[in-house]
């Protein structure tokens, strides 16, 4: 499968994004995606998830009540919706996939494809 991650951009303390992640292929509702997020001189970390079976969703806990992700199985299409963004959400975001994968959803090493990254940046 093949990402496509769009709808970052420069925006004030306080504000919202969406970011979308396109899917190629047929077989998008077998895959879990997630969403992982690198900052400057920082390693990847996980943001948020949502499962291929049940659409269940987790997040790490500096985004959790910010941000929430879905998906439009019928688009192929993951989404991304933050808000209360503040700076130290700055990072490049790219957006992940696996297929059937039920378990470890925060394990970067988990995910087979990568989307090629967006930048967010927020302002103070």
């Known amino acids: 499968v093949q990402l496509q991650a769009s709808g970052g951009g420069l925006v004030q303390a306080g504000g919202s994004l969406r970011l979308s992640c396109a899917a190629s292929?047929?077989?998008?509702?077998?895959?879990?995606m997630g969403w992982f997020r690198q900052a400057p001189g920082k390693e990847r970390e996980f943001v948020a998830a949502?499962?291929?079976?049940?659409?269940?969703?987790y997040y790490a806990d500096s985004v959790k009540g910010r941000f929430t992700i879905s998906r439009d199985n019928a688009k192929n299409t993951v989404y991304l919706q933050m808000n209360s963004l503040n700076p130290e959400d700055t990072a490049v975001y790219y957006c992940?996939?696996?297929?059937?994968?039920?378990?470890?959803?925060?394990?970067?090493?988990?995910?087979?494809?990568w989307g090629q990254g967006t930048q967010v940046t927020v302002s103070s």
């Open positions: 292929g047929r077989t998008f509702r077998s895959y879990t």
């Open positions: 992940a996939a696996h297929p059937y994968l039920s378990t470890w959803y925060k394990a970067i090493e988990k995910y087979d494809y």
């Open positions: 949502i499962t291929w079976n049940t659409g269940s969703t």
